[in-house]
DNA sequence: CATAAATGTTCAACTGGTTGAACATGATTT
DNA sequence: AAATCATGTTCAACCAGTTGAACATTTATG
């Protein structure tokens, strides 16, 4: 089991040594490199990957075909369109890799199985989906309170790993406004620091 | 056991009546007036209510003092603001009555006998959480991706209910856009369709 | 029914952020 | 070393949506 996902789930819950091996059968390996695609958006998602290297990014392309991109992920964290993973309709994001990728993941028939065969995964997967609610609901209200700037403060100071990983456009475009604008508040503010 | 809580839960489990009773044994009633409060922004939310009849707005005040409304419920649905209920600190959210209100309660001591006593509730809620998961960040892509006037339409033709239920401010505020902006959407489409 | 409180509309001035094009820089490939 | 591609910057014109004030309408309430 690798040491990123177990010291996740022990976050959560206290496994047993089966509870571990159940989920550790359901999961399989697997490899991406720079620029696949782990869901593409209209698809059904057929999996859900922990990141265990890599990074990759969640985005929606709108009908004029801008692209807004809702998440990244990184090395311990779970990717997918959980929409479209966990109702098994057409995802409306689809998610690519940023660098080569290395994740361990799930199907829905295996995650049906693994909450039968370890029940314990069903509070481990509720933490998870209460976190990532509760994170979800918070951007919500970010999006409405807070200035362009503000956000941009804000998302360098929460993740500042992703910051220095993926392209400034990136950013922008998951701060939900143009690259344009990001460069020059990025400008208003070396100014002001110096 | 009220009806429409009921018929809820079956929609994701099947509850022995021994569980059933389990849940009913947790849940407190009350009865809440237009105007009074479930929880206050800065308190720790006390419960998780389930909304029997009348209706409850969640909203978040800002620095410079405005207000962003980002859930309505109604009977059927859950109030609460999850975030502050789930890990037991600070609400950023307050949740007020806009209608004399009936709600089944659970303290967080209550849900976490309730997970211990009736497993089955471990699913039930992860299932609940899922979906709120999936509908939040829906919003976030609808917030990014969609005009003023085409979140009015989608609203309008997702929650017909509400919007005959609560003022119009409250829906341009959970909307995110002012409600003389509303005002004149709904102005131009009422010159649109004639 | 008279008064006040809550809600909804209109308008003109304004602004935060967009658009699109042009240019600069660096990284990759051939 | 040339060429191409991906990234980042700058600028002027523009626009979607805001602000604040004034007025209109509806709903409670003494």
Redesign the interface.
Known sequence: MHPLLLSQVEQYIVPSQEDIDTLHSKLGTRRYLKGQYLVQQGDICPHLSFITSGCSKTF?I?PQG?E?I?RFAIEGWWSAD??SF??QTAA??SVKCLEDTHVLQITHQGMQEL?KEA?AF??F??NL??N???H??????A???LTAKERYLAFQKRYPQIEQRVPQYMVASYL?MTKQFLSKIRNQLMVENS
Chains 1, 2 share one sequence.
């Open positions: 929606h709108d801008n807004h809702t959980l929409g966990l109702t409306d994001c909450y029940p069903e509070r997967f509720r989906f209460e990532s609610f509760i979800s609901e918070k951007r919500v209200i999006n409405f309170s939900g």
